[in-house]
């Protein structure tokens, strides 16, 4: 697993090296951002981006917490061109791939 997409050891210190705790942090993550892409996607779609840039700015500070390096610099990236007005097709790909890596390698620190 790529430090890149989850430095779960870093992470995991913020939690006092608790692996438990951080693995219901992850779950939970999973379970709300699974389909964050998607909701950023339609409310693009609806012409609403500060509901767009709300979602990418959550994403960003969480997957930040939880390690997620990728994901976190994706969402930033997406977030500055929706504040922007620029052109969002690259950022929002770049977004989706690296919430997907994230959740695999999510998926395998939980399985392991």
Request: hydrophobic share 50%; no cysteine.
């Amino acid at each position: 697993m790529s430090v890149d997409i989850l430095d779960w050891k870093e992470a995991i210190s913020r939690v006092l090296n608790k692996r438990d705790l951080y693995g219901r942090l992850l779950q939970k993550f999973m379970d709300m951002e699974r389909d964050s892409a998607a909701r950023i996607a339609q409310a693009l779609q609806q012409q609403d981006l500060e509901a767009a840039r709300q979602i990418a700015h959550s994403v960003k500070g969480t997957s930040a917490n939880l390690g997620a390096k990728a994901l976190a610099a994706a969402a930033l990236e997406l977030e500055m061109a929706l504040k922007g007005g620029g052109d969002t097709t690259l950022p929002l790909k770049h977004f989706e791939d690296a919430l997907t890596d994230t959740l695999v390698a999510m998926t395998a620190f939980l399985s392991a």
